[in-house]
């Protein structure tokens, strides 16, 4: 049985969650319908088009943070969500990390990747 669930999340910029799921190979469509399985479609300001027959998507709430919205069961029948979400959200942090820091007037001078995906940036002005 198909269920969409809706779960908040701090995450508040369209543009960085969307470069965060095309560098993760993601196809990624704008204000579009998802797949929600089961023929139960939905609206989503941005939706991640995953293989198989169920998409994720983040709509805007009121109070400027996209939701994750999707069937999560659906979507384990043929991804690990958990894996999916984590590595969006770890994507879209490191994003929003060099975004303020560009927009803060500093410079990134060094940037390393650790062996457990962690990322370690020196900065300056």
């Not at 993760?24 to 023929?39: M, P, S, T």
């Not at 139960?40 to 919205?69: K, P, S």
Request: charged letters at 20%.
């Amino acid at each position: 049985m198909s269920h969409l669930s809706t779960l908040p999340t701090k995450l508040n910029n369209v543009q960085l969650l969307i470069a965060s799921l095309q560098d993760l190979g993601v196809q990624v469509k704008i204000d579009a319908e998802a797949r929600g399985g089961c023929g139960r479609n939905f609206r989503a300001d941005v939706v991640a088009v995953l293989a198989g027959e169920y998409d994720l998507g983040w709509a805007l709430n009121a109070e400027g943070n996209l939701d994750l919205v999707g069937d999560l069961q659906g979507v384990a029948r043929y991804h690990n969500p958990t894996e999916f979400i984590d590595a969006v959200n770890q994507k879209y942090a490191l994003k929003k990390a060099l975004h303020q820091i560009q927009t803060s007037g500093y410079t990134v001078l060094a940037q390393q990747v650790g062996v457990h995906g962690t990322h370690r940036l020196s900065v300056g002005r």
